[in-house]
């Protein structure tokens, strides 16, 4: 739940309406397609479609604002009649709806348009009050798929009108009604959008699909049935957003379906490019049904609040991961309960770039705001802000907070300019234990998991994979969710795309979530240009390992120059192979000329070192050979870092 400063803006309070419920539901049957219709002659009506008012509060007839909130018809509504017909094969059955788009002529009185449509495929249906129904939009309207349909539509766009209703017994009018609540507002400031959610946190203020039913015997607002299947109303929102025009002098509008309870009142967010900039909010109870709406004209000024998501105090106390030296990922252990709610900071700048005493560091430009581009739990599932609750920015330092519960993941926090243009990415990596080093036999100090990995591999755990990278590029790619599989996990935010041709380097670095794959045979790398100085055998500012560690270089190890076909050993239960006793994950790699998983019996690791033909040293492991070669630098793959000193 958000920490909020309460500034009240009063508005009035309103009693709920009662609505009715249809207690005769009925099992629902799959939809028959008819096999024999019924001849019908063609019957043409003319009808009247009045623009249902919404009321204030008292119950006064109100217009919303011609600017943005819709007062009337328009030429181009779309306009939806529904229905049933009889058939030899099926009585009842639901048939292809008709779309009416208004034209001018239909418009001489805007708040009531005049149609003629041939109604002729309906019948009424003897057993119910109507079968012939209409509802607005058209564009995010969804037939409700039951023979008994008795006037349900669902939509799939709840925060707007949402009219829906039925031709009346005479067959001169369709008669809708109004779904929805709304509160109106104006606002100044250089904004796009808004988050509008209850203070509680957990108040209901849309759906992501919403069904209805709307007749002259029952109208009912909301109709709940099986919740799991596709026609049901489902997916209840917490948190509504629309776009914003902050002019100071135009309404917005928030829409609720059905009745908005808002026991502790409300906030509303304004974003710019994403970003939180500032908020209002009102601690005075409201319930708002549908129909009516609150218009809360234009937000003082006084009442609006600079939004931080991570306070001044936080800030001040927040621990420095680059102190003595910078990087492009940074650790924090999810195992020690210690780093709970935490707010950790590094400095803004590109990669090991500073070192202190050494180096200032190399700015990454001018930093406008900074964001969480994804977060992972390397495996299928994942919940939003679980890895990094918040992220702000700060004289030259990126700020991170933790939740109050960590969660073992990894995330990509990205810096953006004024123009929402990326300027430098990295990587936060939070593993379930600590990470553990050894020499497992070798001439250096290795990590004891690859470089994103949750777990030490050995036990079957497809979080020991770690994460995967294309030769010489900083940013990681998530490997597959589910061991032994090509099922990728899951990211929340922005997930890889796939670009056909080779990048540039500012190209990459501006897309940290794009796959380059190589466009020819003979050029192997990722990068429109060869570049095999981008990793190396000291700490390159690319180099995608944390503090104190950096990517091993072939020739500084026999892990690259050796054959261990006939001493390591090969564990398909567990997915993984050990070379003497350091164990490497079957993690397989992303393929060079497609950008899918592929080789998930295979363990790789880079070593730094890169031709100038775009083939790049690396350790391949599998069930029938373990041993060293040159590989296509497009390709990516995981990483071991070594210790850096």
């Known amino acids: 739940m958000k920490t909020l400063i309460k500034i009240t803006i009063f508005v ?71 229905g049933r017909r009889q058939t030899a094969a099926e009585p009842k059955t639901n048939i292809d709806p008709i779309i009416h788009v208004l034209t001018a002529a239909e418009l001489a009185n805007p708040y009531v348009a005049v149609i003629s449509e041939d109604i002729s495929s309906f019948e009424k249906d003897e057993e119910g009050p109507h079968a012939i129904n209409a509802a607005y939009p058209a564009d995010d309207w969804d037939f409700y798929s039951p023979w008994y349909s008795s006037g349900r539509a669902a939509f799939t766009n709840t ?92 309404y917005n509008y928030v829409f609720f379906p059905n009745i908005a309870a808002l026991t502790s009142g409300f906030t509303i967010e304004f974003l710019k490019n994403g970003v939180v900039k500032q908020y209002v909010t009102s601690t005075a109870g409201l319930t708002i049904n549908h129909g009516h709406y609150v218009d809360l004209g234009l937000i003082p000024a006084v009442a609006m609040h600079a939004y931080s998501p991570i306070s001044a105090s936080e800030k001040a106390d927040a621990e420095d991961k680059s102190e003595n030296e910078s990087a492009n990922c940074y650790v924090v252990n999810a195992g020690d309960s210690s780093n709970e709610s935490k707010v950790f900071k590094f400095r803004a700048v590109k990669g090991n770039s500073y070192v202190k005493g050494v180096s200032a560091g190399t700015s990454v430009g001018l930093v406008d705001h900074v964001s969480v581009l994804w977060e992972t739990w390397n495996t299928t599932s ?112 922005t997930s890889m795309s796939v670009s056909a041709k080779e990048l540039t380097y500012d190209e990459a670095r501006q897309n940290p979530t794009k796959f380059s794959i190589a466009a020819s045979g003979s050029k192997y790398h990722w990068i429109d240009t060869y570049d095999y100085t981008l990793w190396g055998a000291s700490k390159t500012v690319n180099d995608p390992c944390p503090p104190g560690w950096r990517i091993p270089h072939r020739d500084e190890t026999a892990l690259f120059t050796t054959d261990y076909s006939s001493s390591y050993s090969y564990d398909s239960v567990n997915g993984c192979i050990t070379i003497g006793t350091l164990v490497l994950p079957c993690n397989g790699r992303i393929y060079y000329t497609t950008g899918a998983l592929s080789d998930r019996e295979n363990a790789y690791i880079w070593s730094s070192k890169c031709s100038d033909n775009g083939l790049a040293r690396w350790l391949r492991g599998t069930n029938s050979a373990c041993k060293y070669a040159d590989e296509r630098a497009a390709c990516a793959e995981g990483v071991r870092c070594i210790s850096a000193e």
């Open 12 to 82: 009035a309070a309103i009693g709920t309406v009662a609505i009715s419920c249809n207690k005769n539901e009925k099992e629902i049957a799959p939809n028959v397609l008819p096999e024999e219709t019924i001849p019908v002659e063609p019957r043409y009506l003319t009808l009247s479609i009045p623009f249902p008012a919404m009321e204030s509060l008292d119950g006064t007839k109100v217009s919303l604002d011609p600017a943005t909130g819709k007062t009337s018809w328009e030429e181009g509504d779309k306009i939806v009649i529904y």
């Open 159 to 250: 925060n707007q009108i949402l009219l829906a209703g039925y031709i009346s017994d005479d067959n001169s009018t369709i008669k809708l009604f109004n779904l929805t609540a709304a509160i109106a507002f104006k606002v100044e400031g250089d904004f796009d959008s808004y988050n509008f959610f209850g203070n509680n946190g957990d108040e209901t203020v849309g759906y992501s699909r919403y069904l209805v039913e709307m007749n002259n015997a029952s109208p009912n607002y909301l109709k709940k049935y099986n919740e799991s299947l596709p026609y049901g109303t489902h997916g209840d929102l917490t948190t509504v957003s629309g776009t914003v025009n902050g002019d100071g002098s135009t």
């Open 382 to 493: 994942v919940t939003s802000k679980s890895v990094i609750k918040a992220v702000d920015y700060a004289d030259d330092f990126v700020y991170f907070k933790m939740p109050e519960a960590l969660h073992d993941g990894n995330a990509v926090i990205a810096a953006f300019d004024n123009e929402n243009a990326i300027l430098w990415s990295w990587h936060i990596w939070v593993p379930a234990s600590a990470v553990g080093s050894g020499t497992y036999g070798f001439e250096k100090t290795f990590m004891d998991r690859n470089l994103g990995a949750l777990v030490t591999a050995g036990t079957g755990d497809v979080r020991a994979n770690g994460l995967m990278y294309q030769w010489g590029r900083k940013d990681p790619f998530v490997t597959r969710g589910v061991q032994g599989s090509s099922t990728v996990a899951t990211v929340s935010g």
